[in-house]
């Protein structure tokens, strides 16, 4: 059995969308609540991220970076790093040579190696106090860098950080005497002779192919030097791209990513880092996470390979909780309802009725994750008193006003109004075809094809979406058929009418009468909402785009703007503002109704967030 932590996805399978593969994430929502999951996935309505998230990047970067360290080549006060060379696709460039810096390291006199577990945890602590400043920085400037951030940096202690970092690591030497007591296990003496990496070794400032000995390796009872080199896990690399090394199902319809592996003893240890003492209602998330790598483990393995162990270590508390494993039946049964739970809010675009308010209680736990007495909340709503989409869910008794006007005065003119949930994004056209490029069958099963669309004076450019082209269009399509074209995405360009055609549109020949005529598609539409979130914010470097998260009493919708187009009042803008965007382009982006900001299109603050009842 080859051991894979890392199955990556095929981008070519066209049959699941890279942005529609189901997780951990989403399924504990859907469970905890149907409604909860419509709104944070398919209205993609993100929470504001509060500063503890700095802390958990923090300290699991951390981590990981000691744990890739090795004190053959550093010593604990080295500035070295063991830094992995990473691929354009942000994955750390295995099986190139070039680049890694534990080939370039001189092996340290053993006088300087660690020889028993106090002086290894001397030597990780050292290490973690070298990394662990650059690590609090770089996690608190992306939070800071995050536009739909809350709260303040300084609402927690680095110090904090650090001893979770610590408390991890003592948690990793509990693993090493295990290994130890157990001299390393079966495949301990094999590795001695082949120093087998496997696939995916685990990050150690080498390629996979080292092509030099591990100078660890003695003969007898295993060393604490050995057991480090030896019983690393695997685990993401600290300077791959984050979600570079995820997991995905043989049909790719859902993917994770695991914090740390230990194979040493030849069966598997799955272990979550959560940086908290494992109190509240998400630790009960936490368990049902671990089960479902566990489940995701076995599917990637042949269905052969069952996992040994599942733990969660609260870094907060310095303690390991195991999980208990799904046997081979529960994770048949996982299969068939994961496949439908699939099927039904990813393939059939479910809408709100189709995900009822059903909060499940609050689920009860103290420090380390253990379930309180009685472990569930008795409120049967209580989910719905903490919920971050209890403004917007009509199952909540939580009361705020949201705007719905039909026309709003503003510059001397009267704008009409249209409710996001009413937003007209897609057209039904018809017309004549002339100009005809295609269609040809592209490898992704999606025919390739454009043609200017005629009817009367009115013309239209048709094309091949930029994300992939329809899968149902008339064989007897030809130069000069009369056609409709059903589900387009319009949009201008340079004053003419553009229709994209994506996985949703179709195009049939009718006769030459039609009702559907080009003109009636109207691209405009001005808006009146409450900033839900600014999900980006131009930043000099890789972001060059403004957009948010806009809410209504019909709904909700984005909002993007470009490089110039980008209003002055942008900066202004801050969550729970009521804004209008008036002569604005509708479209869609990722399935979401989208107002795009361009030549015309004015954005006014209407009321501040402070003057208005707060989500």
Known sequence: MI???????NLENSSVSPFRRLSASQVIAWRNCPRLWYYGWRERLKSPLPPQIIRGNAVEECICRVLRDSPLYLLPDSDYDMTSPILEDGSPALDQQEGWIGPKLKILPESNWPNNRSEFENWAKKRAIHYFDDCWERATNDWKNNPNRKGNASDIEPQEGLDMVISGLNLHFNELERCIVQNGGKNFENWRITQNRGIWPSPDGFPRNRLCS??????????????????????????????????????????????????????????????????????????EQLRLYAWLWWETHDRLDIVSELEIWYLGTGTAKKVPVPDVKEMELLSIELKGLYELIHEHDPDISDCPTNPIPLNIFEKGGNPANPSIDQDPLSRCKVCDVRAICDGSDYEIELPMMDRIERFGHAWPVTPLGNLKTRF??????????????????????????????????????????????????????????DNSLASLWKGQLVLDLDNLSQISTIPKSSNDAIVEVETRASIVGRVW????????????????????DSGSGGAVAFKQFIPNSAAAIERGDEIAILNGESGEFAGRSQIRIGPGTRVVILKNSEDLIPF
């Open 214 to 287: 591990n100078p660890s390796i003695t003969e007898g009872q295993i060393t604490w030097i050995e057991a480090w080199e030896f019983a690393r896990p695997w685990f993401v690399d600290p300077d791959a791209k984050s979600f570079s090394q995820t997991s995905s199902h043989p049909e790719e319809w859902f993917q994770g990513e695991y914090d740390l592996v230990y194979r040493w003893s030849g069966n598997i240890n799955i272990v979550d880092l959560k940086a908290s003492i494992g109190k509240g209602d998400r630790s009960a998330g936490y368990l």
């Open 3 to 9: 051991v894979v932590p890392v199955r990556k996805a």
């Open 533 to 552: 979130s600014i999900d980006a914010f131009p930043d000099g470097k890789g972001i060059r785009r403004w957009s948010i998260t806009i809410v209504d």
């Open 428 to 485: 039904t056209v018809s017309g004549e075809v002339i100009h005809l490029n295609g269609p040809e069958l592209s490898s992704n099963g999606t025919i390739d094809l454009s043609f200017t669309l005629q009817n009367g004076y009115d013309r239209a450019k048709v094309k091949t979406h930029r994300n992939g082209g329809p899968k149902k269009v008339s064989r007897s399509i030809n130069e000069g058929s009369w056609v409709r074209i």
